[in-house]
Nanobody
Framework: VQAVESGGGSVQPGDSLTLSCSAS????IGWFRQVPGKQREGVTC????????YYTDPVAGRFTLSRDHAKKTVYLQMTSLKPEDTAIYYC????????????????WGQGTQVTVSS
């Protein structure tokens, strides 16, 4: 299952931005991000125990995931963006929560750059 992303760009601190990701198997789509020289880290994924979306600590309360079932598309609404949110964001299919981390068994999107800078 291939995931196709769109969105991203350059914004100022405090701004908002929305990313989207479409896939035929969209329900368990999650998001990860990576800064050059660092490991890719989870942002959101599906908590299989509750069926709810899990948000990792750095983004909890600021990022919100929503789904458009008709379009098989997932949206990541990012608010109150900070410079430390700057990264390449990847969506992925078949994600799940593993403690305080996100895992995946599906495929990656192509990645999109998000830059937060004044």
């Amino acid at each position: 299952v291939q995931a196709v992303e769109s969105g991203g760009g350059s914004v100022q601190p405090g701004d908002s931005l929305t990313l989207s990701c479409s896939a035929s198997d969209y329900y368990a789509i999650g998001w990860f991000r990576q800064v050059p020289g660092k490991q890719r880290e989870g942002v959101t994924c599906l908590d299989l125990t509750t069926g709810l979306t899990y948000y990792t600590d750095p983004v909890a309360g600021r990022f919100t995931l929503s789904r458009d079932h008709a379009k098989k598309t997932v949206y990541l609404q990012m608010t109150s963006l900070k410079p430390e949110d700057t990264a390449i964001y990847y969506c992925a299919t078949d994600t799940w929560r593993d403690g305080n981390k996100c895992r995946l068994s599906g495929s990656w999107g192509q990645g999109t750059q998000v830059t937060v800078s004044s």
